[in-house]
C-alpha cells in the first residue's frame, strides 16, 4: 500500500508563508497522475484546494487561495508542494494530499473534488492567528 506523506504544516501568524510537501513512499508513485492539495477544517467539508496535471503543466486553483498559493512537483524527487502566502486566519485546516489513479485525466470543472482522488495522506496541520 502505497502512502502519502505531508509534512510543513506549522502556526504562524497571519500574513506569513509555509511550504507544505507530499512525499510518496514508493518510487515512481508521483509520476503520470493528477495530484491535489485539500483542506478541511473541524465541523467543514473537505475543499479542494489546488491541483496539478500529469505533466505538471496545468494548476488548478480554488478562488479563495488565487494569488497566494502555488502548486508544484519536482519530478527529480516526485514531491509535490504547496507554497502558501499571506496566510489568512481562515486558511486553518488540516491540509491532505491525494492523487488520483495514474494517467487518469479529469475535467477541470472535477480536479479539485474530493471523489475524484484515490490516494490520500495523513495530512499536516496548519494553524494562522490573527
Known amino acids: 500500500q502505497v502512502q502519502l506523506v505531508e509534512s510543513g504544516g506549522d502556526s504562524v501568524q497571519a500574513g506569513g508563508s509555509l511550504r507544505l510537501s507530499c512525499a510518496a513512499s514508493?518510487?515512481?508513485?508521483?509520476?503520470?497522475?493528477?495530484m491535489g492539495w485539500f483542506r478541511q477544517a473541524p465541523g467543514q467539508k473537505r475543499e479542494g484546494v489546488a491541483a496539478?496535471?500529469?505533466?505538471?503543466?496545468?494548476?488548478f486553483y480554488a478562488d479563495s487561495v488565487k494569488g497566494r498559493f502555488t502548486i508544484s512537483r519536482d519530478s527529480a524527487d516526485e514531491t509535490l508542494y504547496l507554497q502558501m502566502n499571506n496566510l489568512k486566519p481562515e486558511d486553518t485546516a488540516m491540509y491532505y494530499c491525494?492523487?488520483?489513479?495514474?494517467?487518469?485525466?479529469?475535467?477541470?470543472?472535477?480536479?479539485?473534488?474530493?471523489?475524484?482522488?484515490?490516494?490520500w495522506g495523513q495530512g499536516t496541520q496548519v494553524t494562522v492567528s490573527s
Open positions: 496539478t496535471s500529469i505533466s505538471g503543466e496545468s494548476a
Open positions: 514508493a518510487s515512481g508513485f508521483a509520476s503520470d497522475r493528477y
Open positions: 491525494a492523487a488520483r489513479t495514474r494517467a487518469l485525466n479529469v475535467s477541470p470543472d472535477r480536479v479539485l473534488e474530493a471523489e475524484e482522488y484515490a490516494y
